[in-house]
């Protein structure tokens, strides 16, 4: 399938969902409308309200904040995850004493850690911040240390054999295969970056995304707070996207869909 067709065909459902919301929220079906307005608005008013926001320029700060806290968070989780999860996958000893501690960590529910990260840190964008890392952090850690587990034992032995040192082991052939491992997280790790920003925002901020849907969900105002989802639900993309292209850059040698280079 070409590029062209699957975005073709990805405008598609996007296109057919919204007419589909923008019909069985205005027009009776059998006498009724399935989906009152109040309740769940309709894509033309959401849409009145993203234009707006962008025409009056009042989005835009609260979109920087925004960005600035998922960025942060994001380098701050992933370079964490990374470092550490190379270390337990070449420590045995060190990941069999401290797995008990990290199950027990990684099970404790973030939202219960906003208000805790709050107090320590105010109602900065650091509290912000912490949250998203501690998303962020867990599910890149756990990727690269698994990539590197997963290593081939052929390739490692064939690398002994012809006298690589342990740091060229790791350089060619510990690194390349957690990469794929890694980004793979990364993919996940935006969107959670970006959701530890806003549940941080909604629940305590004075600017952000999170922000705005709070306020607008205040006020009873749904579409305002479809407006907020949507506006994030770009925002998630744009930066998926620039994951994209690093990893295309890096992972230039694995092979394509197709068996090609």
């Not at 405008?11 to 769940?40: D, N, R």
């Not at 942060?72 to 989780?77: C, P, Q, W």
């Not at 867990?138 to 590197?148: E, H, K, R, S």
């Not at 350089?171 to 990469?179: F, G, I, K, Q, T």
Request: net charge positive.
């Amino acid at each position: 399938m070409s590029r062209l067709t699957l975005l073709s065909l990805q405008l598609l459902v996007a296109v057919v969902s919204l007419v589909l919301w923008q019909v069985l929220s205005s027009v009776p079906v059998f006498g009724k409308i399935l989906l009152p307005p109040f309740f769940f608005s309709n894509p033309v008013d959401v849409f009145e309200q993203i234009v707006k926001w962008f025409a009056s320029g009042v989005i835009w700060k609260h979109l920087w904040i925004t960005l600035v806290e998922s960025l942060l968070a994001f380098v701050i989780g992933s370079a964490g995850g990374v470092l550490v999860g190379f270390w337990f996958a070449r420590q045995p000893l060190v990941a069999a004493v401290f797995d008990p501690y990290v199950k027990m960590v990684n099970a404790l529910p973030r939202v219960v850690l906003a208000p805790i990260f709050a107090l320590w840190l105010g109602l900065g964008i650091w509290s912000k911040v912490a949250l998203g890392v501690t998303l962020v952090f867990f599910i890149v850690f756990f990727n690269v240390y698994q990539g590197v587990k997963e290593v081939s034992r052929t390739v490692l032995d064939n690398g002994r054999m012809l006298g690589m040192s342990e740091r060229q082991l790791m350089r060619h052939v510990y690194w390349p295969s957690a990469l794929s491992w890694m980004f793979s997280s990364l993919h996940t790790s935006v969107g959670f970056a970006v959701v530890g920003a806003v549940v941080g925002e909604y629940l305590g901020s004075a600017a952000g995304l999170g922000y705005l849907i709070q306020q607008a969900e205040g006020i009873f105002d749904v579409a305002g707070v479809f407006a907020g989802m949507f506006v994030l639900s770009a925002f998630v993309i744009l930066i998926d996207f620039g994951v994209t292209l690093v990893e295309r850059r890096l992972l230039v040698w694995r092979p394509t869909v197709d068996g090609r280079g």
